[in-house]
């Protein structure tokens, strides 16, 4: 079963975008899409079941490259919380917080893509609580 949810996330340059998902934060390509002339307008890719399409700016959708707040961020599970730390830091990725141990149950980091992103890679720590889990 494919995730019933898929975020969409502007980017002015799709492609560079697309190689440090991949590259650095460690997702699957699902693809590059181009027009005849080689323009980039689309891209996926995976971690596990999960997708996000890396979307091309547009009249009404903007890159954080040109705002100046963001209200959202993307959280994925990583095995190695750690270890993803440390490849993001040597890649050169904007960091805004060195791994921790949350209060809430993972150990997590947050960092920034090339064009101000924010997301937050974790390695669950103690099983979910109760009131976490999925009811019959």
Known sequence: M????????????IEAAHDQLVRVFGFESDGVERLPDGTVVHAEVRVGDSRVWLHRVSEDLASPRSLSHLNSGLVVHVDDVDGHFRRARAAGTTIDREPQDQPYGQREYGARDLEGHHWWFATPTAPPALADRPTR
């Not at 995730?3 to 980017?11: A, E, K, W």
């Open 2 to 13: 494919t995730s019933p949810v898929i975020p969409v996330l502007i980017y002015e340059d």
